[in-house]
């Protein structure tokens, strides 16, 4: 299941890496990926429809727009019914 949670700063201001299964956008290529985890400093993404991870800084990801949420389930949902 995808959650919709985003990354969010602490009391110093600092953002805090988003946990897995959070759906975000990564800033630098405008991707929406799923939080598979952390290596090091970097955040772990994967495509909703799975597919190849990729590494991500925590500061360069950011909460998806409605519209980039919605396709994001609407796709998940189409890999779990074979389309």
């Known amino acids: 299941m995808v959650t919709m949670t985003a990354p969010t700063p602490d009391a110093d201001g600092h953002t805090v890496s988003p946990d897995a299964g959070a759906l975000v956008v990564d800033r630098r290529s405008g991707k929406v990926g799923v939080v598979m985890g952390h ?23 950011r909460t ?7 396709s994001a389930k609407v796709a998940a949902a189409n890999r779990r019914w074979g389309r």
């Open 39 to 61: 290596v090091g400093t970097y955040v772990q993404l994967r495509p909703p429809r799975g597919g190849r991870e990729w590494d991500v800084p925590p500061e360069d990801v």
């Open 64 to 70: 998806p727009t409605p519209t980039e949420e919605l």
